[in-house]
């Protein structure tokens, strides 16, 4: 089946940096769009970052633009998040998921890492 595992999550001070990777198995990943979701305390799951099946297109949310960047190794399996500049509003829980290249939505979700940022 399908699996995605997130890690690389922690605490940092703002202005600091953390690296996320998810590691896929079960689909072809190099068919695959992958992207990166976080949902803060009390709020709803919104889209951060996503990357096209070859990684030569990717789109961010305006809130992290500039800051984050999404990166993919088709051999490795893996999707990245490097996040630079962080500030306390990016505390969430960040969820990798994956969507084949024809799905409107994404489909299979890892179980979330937590990113902590302190002011």
């Known amino acids: 089946q399908v699996q995605l595992v997130e890690s690389g999550g922690g605490l940092v001070q703002a202005g600091g940096s953390l690296a996320l990777s998810c590691a896929a198995s079960?689909?072809?990943?190099?068919?695959?769009?992958m992207g990166w979701f976080r949902q803060a305390p009390g709020k709803g799951r919104e889209f951060a970052a996503g990357?096209?099946?070859?990684?030569?297109?990717?789109s961010y949310a305006d809130s992290v633009k500039g800051r984050f960047t999404i990166s993919r190794d088709n051999a490795k399996n893996t999707v990245y998040l490097q996040m630079n500049s962080l500030k306390p509003e990016d505390t969430a829980v960040y969820y990798c998921?994956?969507?084949?290249?024809?799905?409107?939505?994404?489909?299979?979700w890892g179980q979330g890492t937590q990113v902590t940022v302190s002011s």
């Open positions: 998921a994956a969507k084949s290249r024809a799905a409107l939505s994404y489909v299979y």
């Open positions: 079960g689909l072809t990943f190099s068919s695959t769009t």
């Open positions: 990357i096209n099946s070859y990684g030569g297109t990717t």
